[in-house]
């Protein structure tokens, strides 16, 4: 943006929110990559604003940029944003001075569980994908953990343990004789 225009901050505000938009857009519509991109605009837009609302507007973008990370499973990401948003959150209520603002803190405040939970489960994402990694390798034999000792020895032959089948003409000759026995 140029600095010829009084109303620059505004005009950078809007055009972040539009980019947000897109992004809410784009997510909705299973396009994470551009609801991505679009989020990481409107927060290189929004880092620029100098005004009493840019954490507030910053940390709502963080928090959009967590869910989108953690949608597309990247989750060490997500935890990072979710982090951001949070100390954004805490900037916000540190600007607000004076009685009058006590209701805004109070709305700042009510927003940090939600975050912090979506954190706390980002983070626990994290842990289980590790675990999940550790028991593949594991599983896959691959693991230092254990020691196994592999030795190169010849199959057995155990074609000697295999009964073989009676020819069909024995077989009939014993029911004949069995026959026999009966009957007599």
């Not at 990559?33 to 620029?48: D, F, G, M, R």
């Amino acid at each position: 943006m140029s600095d010829d225009y009084p109303n620059d901050a505004f005009i950078t505000t809007r055009i972040a929110d539009i980019h947000v938009m897109l992004a809410d857009i784009c997510n909705e519509n299973g396009d994470h990559e551009n609801a991505l991109s679009h989020v990481l605009k409107a927060i290189e837009l929004q880092e620029t604003i100098n005004e009493q609302q840019r954490y507030r507007l910053l940390a709502e973008s963080y928090y959009k940029l967590g869910l989108i990370y953690e949608l597309i499973s990247k989750f060490s990401e997500a935890v990072d944003s979710f982090n951001k948003a949070i100390d954004a959150i805490h900037q916000a209520m540190k600007q607000l001075d004076g009685d009058d603002k006590e209701s805004e803190r109070e709305d700042l405040k009510s927003l940090l569980p939600a975050m912090e939970l979506k954190r706390n489960d980002a983070q626990a994402s994290v842990a289980d994908r590790h675990l999940i990694a550790q028991a593949r390798k594991i599983l896959s034999g691959t693991s230092n953990t254990t020691e196994s000792k592999t030795t190169e020895e010849p199959a057995k032959d155990i074609t000697l343990n295999i009964r073989h089948k009676r020819p069909v003409t024995e077989i009939e000759n014993d029911e004949d004789a069995t026959k026999k026995i009966r009957n007599e």
